[in-house]
């Protein structure tokens, strides 16, 4: 089943009188979204107590919950005791997200800093390897997936092909198609229906039509100039795109069942129905 739900909380949320990310399962159950990012992109803020009873409540209202893990997290840094927090980062990141009752965590894979870009995706490489082994992915953590995201600025690793790739690595690992970011990176490359086909067949053919259904989508629209990603608007906005209509027919198309993250700037659920609007009015080819 294909879901839809925000990154965060809408000012509505709060305007409503929302006080905790606990209430937004419900309030989102009520707007017709099914799913929910919690974002700890400036590190973990939130207890097991209080993501079990997220979790509790994402169960009883039919949301399923996704983390995004901090954003300091690096692959490519050629520290090892960096490299150890990294990793740190994400286990802590499955535990509440096992919590939560959820089985998508996403992170941005690496930077390559002052390295050569080959030689920075090279290492991050050899990390994911390693990072694959670490996590008990055969017993315990089977039924969780880290969602390797495609990134909007030049020196980050992460175009769409360099997710793909890395996602060979392992069967737990699906690619996070930002498409706002590869929209930002591209300078407004993503027009057409075969602009989002281009990458979800490259998706199938590399890593089946199974982990490619079920992968993980960021959707907003974002600002961008010569060095990619500036910030992220709303879905209102009528001069950066992306546009959502290609990529719903393109979904339709190959019968795919993503989650449907929207990250707008402050109106993430209102656009998140807006996308599930879009989904649903598009005809089945
Ligand atoms: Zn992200
Ligand atoms: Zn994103």
Redesign the pocket.
């Known amino acids: 089943m294909i879901r839809f739900g925000p990154s965060g909380n809408s000012q509505s949320f709060y305007d409503d009188g929302n006080k905790t990310s606990v209430q937004a399962p419900k309030w989102l159950s009520e707007k017709g979204l099914n799913a929910y990012e919690f974002s700890f992109g400036r590190g973990y803020t939130m207890g097991l107590k209080t993501a079990t009873d997220l979790g509790n409540e994402a169960e009883k209202y039919g949301v399923k919950v996704s983390i995004?893990a901090p954003y300091y997290i690096n692959l490519a840094n050629p520290d090892e005791e960096m490299k150890i927090k990294s990793f740190g980062y994400i286990i802590k990141g499955l535990e509440l997200l096992k919590a939560m009752r959820g089985n998508h965590l996403?992170f941005?894979v690496a930077s390559q800093g002052k390295m050569e870009r080959a030689e920075a995706t090279a290492l991050a490489e050899k990390r994911l390897v390693e990072l694959s082994k670490v996590l008990d992915f055969e017993g315990e953590n089977k039924d969780l997936f880290l969602c390797l995201?495609t990134m909007g600025k030049p020196l980050q690793i992460g175009t769409f092909k360099e997710i793909i790739d890395l996602c060979t690595i392992s069967s737990n690992f699906i690619p996070c198609f930002?498409f706002g970011h590869i929209n930002a990176l591209t300078g407004g490359g993503l027009k057409k229906v075969e602009d989002y086909l281009e990458i979800l067949n490259y998706s199938i053919e590399k890593l089946g039509f199974e982990r490619t259904k079920n992968c993980h989508i960021?959707f907003s629209k974002i600002e961008y100039g010569a060095k990619g990603e500036i910030r992220h608007l709303n879905y209102d906005d009528t001069v950066y795109g992306p546009e959502f209509d290609p990529l719903a027919k393109a979904l339709k198309m190959l019968n795919l069942t993503p989650v449907v993250i929207c990250e707008s700037k402050t109106m993430m659920a209102e656009d998140a129905c807006a996308l599930k609007n879009i989904y649903e009015k598009t005809p089945k080819i």
């Open positions: 995004h996403v941005h995201e930002d960021h």
